[in-house]
């Protein structure tokens, strides 16, 4: 992840594992990998080794919008999901719905991140970003979250990169 510019764009310490990022269409996030919008437009299933009893904390973010030269938008969130139990992700509480990746035409490559962060303990919040909705996803910074709920490291990680495809459209359709 450090030759990819995440550390320092994002992050300062690199993950301590990879983190099994599987699309329904059949595609994995390969730490830089080139997937489509198309390829990667319903909720992944995430895994990492995680310990028993431990609560995480999941969030995929882009930190190239709108584009890697110009990130004036970074980071745009597309998923966090909080007090995750071992890596159950669908146990876990949905802070924002999953989106899939919408880069913009002709604005080259964008990095989707994803990061696991092992929680000191539950987190309360009533915080719900709609699939629907951009409101509370853009600018958003990971390291507030680093520091707001004391992480150390992200205990696991992994990205891909996609530009726009003919789905793009769609995905943006739907959020508003």
């Known amino acids: ?83 995750i139990p071992g890596n159950k992700v669908s146990e876990g509480q949905v802070l924002a719905e999953f989106v899939g990746s919408g880069p913009g035409e002709g604005t080259g490559l964008h990095r989707y991140v994803f990061l696991v962060f092992k929680q000191n303990g539950k987190i309360t919040s009533d915080k719900f970003i709609s699939k629907t909705t951009l409101e509370g996803r853009l600018n958003v910074k990971i390291r507030d979250y680093i520091l707001k709920h004391s992480f150390s490291a992200p205990v696991a990680g992994n990205f891909y990169q996609a530009q726009y495809d003919d789905y793009v459209p769609t995905i943006r359709a739907q959020v508003k």
């Open 1 to 83: 992840m450090d030759t990819s510019g995440i550390i320092p764009d994002i992050i300062d310490e690199k993950p301590k594992a990879r983190a099994t990022v599987s699309y329904p269409s059949g595609v994995q996030a390969e730490l830089g990998n080139e997937l489509t919008p198309t390829q990667v437009k319903d909720q992944p299933t995430v895994s990492w080794e995680a310990e028993a009893g431990a609560l995480y904390t999941l969030m995929l973010v882009d930190p190239d919008a709108p584009s890697r030269a110009d990130p004036k938008m970074r980071e745009v969130l597309h998923w966090a999901v909080i007090n």
